[in-house]
């Protein structure tokens, strides 16, 4: 896991920061970032706290589980409460 490595090499807040970094503007969410929606920049800004909790509950507790479980979650709320 790239967190666990850089983490490893450099201490656990380069870690957190790189992976949350390479995650956000990853190609899974790069679709948000090419889209016209002026919403783009506060959607980044948005996964990207959202990935520093995600990164700090996995460092805090070493278990993706845990972490898998919140982005479920999230997902969750995501697809409930959109208006489409």
Do not use: C
């Not at 790069?30 to 995600?54: D, E, H, N, R």
């Amino acid at each position: 896991m790239v967190q666990l490595e850089i983490g490893r090499r450099w201490g656990a807040p380069a870690g957190i920061l790189v992976a949350n970094v390479l995650y956000t503007f990853g190609p899974l969410h790069w679709t948000y970032f090419s889209s016209p929606l002026p919403l783009a920049g506060p959607m980044f800004g948005s996964i990207f706290v959202v990935g520093l909790f995600f990164g700090l509950l996995f460092s805090r507790s070493g278990n993706l589980w845990i972490v898998t479980v919140f982005h479920a979650i999230g997902n969750a709320y995501i697809v409930t409460s959109s208006s489409e």
